[in-house]
């Protein structure tokens, strides 16, 4: 359970002073960037991409963690095979 003091520290982390559209739209380049159909390399991506233009590692790889679910489906789309839920 998180306690109630540990919330600024998390929210500074994703933050990190920036204004709020700012993390927002380093979210979304994430999550934009991890639909890439290659697993794995989207982290790189990332990675890279966030140091060049100078955007936080959490928020972006955040947004490149949240579209894992939906890169496993397009994957599976791909290759014609069907979940097995």
């Not at 998390?10 to 890439?36: P, Q």
């Amino acid at each position: 359970m998180i306690s109630p003091r540990m919330l600024p520290p998390v929210g500074a982390l994703f933050s990190g002073g920036k204004s709020v559209c700012k993390t927002a739209w380093t979210v979304a380049l994430g999550l934009a960037i991890g639909m890439f159909p290659l697993i794995g390399v989207t982290t790189i991506i990332c990675v890279l991409l966030a140091g060049v233009l100078r955007l936080k590692q959490a928020s972006i790889q955040l947004g490149n963690y949240a579209a894992l679910p939906l890169q496993i489906i397009l994957l599976d789309s791909i290759r014609g095979k069907k979940l097995n839920v």
